[in-house]
């Protein structure tokens, strides 16, 4: 079963829009951590979050933030101001304590940021 | 600090040679994992060492692959004998320990197999 599920598959928008990336995940871990990571062009995997099941608190990273919630199993990521820059593919992830914490990933969402 | 690095980033081989990748985790990190994208599919977790053990080989595809984690230093993956199927990118991924803040994976940059 798909452990994490990101609907959309790929988002353009204009520079300067606000873009919304979704994350849907499903678990019957009590402990578990969601992770999303940023692929650029350049291939490699970039960590940019990751917040614990225990914390629903949302968290802010200058034009990055993050809305954890519990009761619709999301963990949503919103690039505020978008920038070129940020054009890459996201992957929303999932690792629970039951699991020995391996990674489940998400499909990824590539984000095309047009000048 | 380094980080997670890879070797090598491409390789093209035909298909029934043999291929071997190898990874170099963060200094001190006692969590290797391995994980591959084919083709354009989900990045799917292959195996898990902690230390110089296996510790999770659950996601690993057949037996034409092997792992080996020297020391709990570097680690290999080898394909033998590689098949169309198995092109895609492998990715290392490494870990200070299991649970709390320590818990978070760092990538390398990948490998980029053909299978021609």
């Known amino acids: 079963a798909q452990k994490v599920t990101q609907a959309q598959t790929e988002i353009s928008v204009v520079e300067k829009e606000d873009v919304t990336l979704d994350c849907v995940y499903e678990?019957?871990?009590?402990?578990?951590?969601l992770f999303w990571y940023k692929q650029p062009p350049s291939g490699e995997l970039v960590f940019l979050i990751r917040?614990?099941?225990?914390?629903?608190q949302n968290e802010i990273s200058g034009r990055y933030s993050w809305n954890f919630q519990k009761s619709t199993s999301s963990f949503n990521f919103t690039i505020t101001a978008s920038q070129v820059v940020d054009s890459a593919v996201y992957f929303c992830?999932?690792?629970?304590?039951?699991?020995?914490?391996?990674?489940?990933f998400g499909a990824g969402t590539t984000v095309t940021v047009r000048a | 600090e380094a980080g997670v690095t890879q070797f090598p980033s491409h390789s093209v081989i035909e298909k029934g040679q043999t291929v071997t990748l190898r990874c170099d985790p963060i200094?001190?990190?006692?969590?290797l994992y391995w994980y591959r994208r084919v083709m354009g599919k989900e990045i799917k977790f292959l195996l898990h060492?902690?230390?110089?053990?296996?510790?999770?080989e659950s996601g690993m595809p057949n037996n034409r692959f092997l792992a080996e984690r020297t020391g709990g230093t570097y680690s290999t993956l080898k394909v033998q004998p590689a098949e169309l199927e198995d092109s895609g990118v492998y990715f290392c991924?490494?870990?200070?320990?299991?649970?709390?803040?320590?818990?978070?994976?760092?990538f390398g940059p990948g490998t980029r197999l053909l299978v021609l």
């Open positions: 678990t019957r871990d009590t402990t578990y951590y």
């Open positions: 200094s001190g990190h006692d969590n």
């Open positions: 991924a490494s870990s200070q320990g299991t649970g709390g803040v320590t818990e978070t994976q760092y």
């Open positions: 917040r614990n099941s225990f914390d629903e």
């Open positions: 060492f902690v230390k110089e053990s296996k510790q999770d």
């Open positions: 992830a999932l690792s629970e304590a039951q699991g020995d914490y391996k990674l489940s």
